[in-house]
């Protein structure tokens, strides 16, 4: 979670970010997980179905983010989509749009 907390950080800074408190805010997470080796059968951008379940994922975003982009997470009022797939390179891409 401090990855993704320093990553939040960052980009704040770039967009000029001010921590905000009472302005709903609405995300979109893509989560993507690398493929292994040994599962020749999974292609890039098909559904994960597997651990982990979605609530928790896009809960640790949340989480990593509050006091950096929001004083609190209960101002994230909308979620354009969330979604988990494979792919090469795991990581989470997260809009956040005030």
């Known amino acids: 979670m401090a990855h993704v907390s320093l990553c939040a950080s960052?980009?704040?800074k770039k967009a000029n970010w001010e921590m905000v408190?009472?302005?709903p805010i609405t995300i979109k997470i893509k989560f993507v997980f690398e493929i292994p080796k040994s599962r020749k059968e999974l292609k890039v951008g098909m559904p994960h179905l597997q651990k982990y379940d979605i609530d928790n994922c896009e809960k640790s975003i949340l989480d990593a983010c509050t006091g950096i982009l929001w004083?609190?997470?209960c101002v994230v009022w909308r979620?354009?989509?969330?979604?988990k797939v494979w792919g090469r390179s795991p990581r989470a891409e997260v809009t956040v749009e005030k």
């Open 21 to 23: 408190q009472k302005v």
């Open 71 to 73: 004083k609190d997470d």
């Open 10 to 12: 960052n980009a704040a």
């Open 79 to 83: 979620s354009k989509g969330i979604v």
